[in-house]
T-cell receptor
Framework: QKEVEQDPGPLSVPEGAIVSLNCTYS??????FMWYRQYSRKGPELLMY????GNKEDGRFTAQVDKSSKYISLFIRDSQPSDSATYLC????????????FGKGTHLIIQP | NAGVTQTPKFRILKIGQSMTLQCTQD?????MYWYRQDPGMGLKLIYY???????DKGEVPNGYNVSRSTTEDFPLRLELAAPSQTSVYFC???????????????FGSGTQLSVL
């Protein structure tokens, strides 16, 4: 069983729709949860960072963590064509020095 | 403030050739990382460094070497390039203090490498 599972998509939705992106994980040691956005031919950039279960909101973006279910989500409200990108979830335990464990990424397409 | 800078952006190598991918950061981050990203496979950690003079292997280190002589620079060396090393390579950095985690990675724009 892989540590982090993420549906690669593509996920295509019309402009203005609410988008839901999800990841599941198996490692109970993960404490830190992140979402990175990656545009084509660019490096990933940090979008949301959360610690512990609950919700965190930043503008049109909401990150949700459910540690009991080992499930995290990213919601995008009022989606825009500029949101078209690959979204990677990432997780860390905080105890090791070797960085994060990434999902494979979901390719999101917002249709104008 | 340039962030994380990687050179070159593109490179084609012949099998058996060697090359160095350059990475430099100007954020005074202590941690630096090299990842490779293959289509549909996510990011895999090659090597990482927790500070100047200290490096360690990640998940997929075979065929690569690194050095960290300064805080700013973390070059990745490919010896005897093989087609399996065709990938996009990303350098990243972060600042971590003590045992706490602050695993917010800042990535460079990547190097697309083809080995033919």
């Amino acid at each position: 069983q892989k540590e982090v599972e993420q549906d690669p998509g593509p996920l295509s939705v019309p402009e203005g729709a609410i988008v839901s992106l999800n990841c599941t994980y198996s490692n109970s040691a993960f404490q830190y949860f992140m979402w990175y956005r990656q545009y084509s031919r660019k490096g990933p950039e940090l979008l949301m960072y959360t610690y512990s279960s609950g919700n965190k909101e930043d503008g049109r973006f909401t990150a949700q963590v459910d540690k009991s279910s080992k499930y995290i989500s990213l919601f995008i409200r009022d989606s825009q064509p500029s949101d078209s990108a690959t979204y990677l979830c990432a997780m860390g335990s905080g105890g090791g020095a070797d960085g994060l464990t990434f999902g494979k990424g979901t390719h999101l397409i917002i249709q104008p | 403030n340039a962030g994380v800078t990687q050179t070159p952006k593109f490179r084609i190598l012949k099998i058996g050739q060697s090359m160095t991918l350059q990475c430099t950061q100007d954020m005074n981050h202590n941690y630096m990382y090299w990842y490779r990203q293959d289509p549909g496979m996510g990011l895999k950690l090659i090597y990482y460094s927790v500070g100047a003079g200290i490096t360690d292997k990640g998940e997929v280190p075979n065929g690569y070497n690194v050095s960290r002589s300064t805080t700013e620079d973390f070059p990745l060396r490919l010896e005897l390039a093989a087609p399996s090393q065709t990938s996009v390579y990303f350098c990243a950095s972060s600042y971590r203090q003590g045992s706490g985690a602050n695993e917010k990675l800042f990535f460079g724009s990547g190097t697309q490498l083809s080995v033919l």
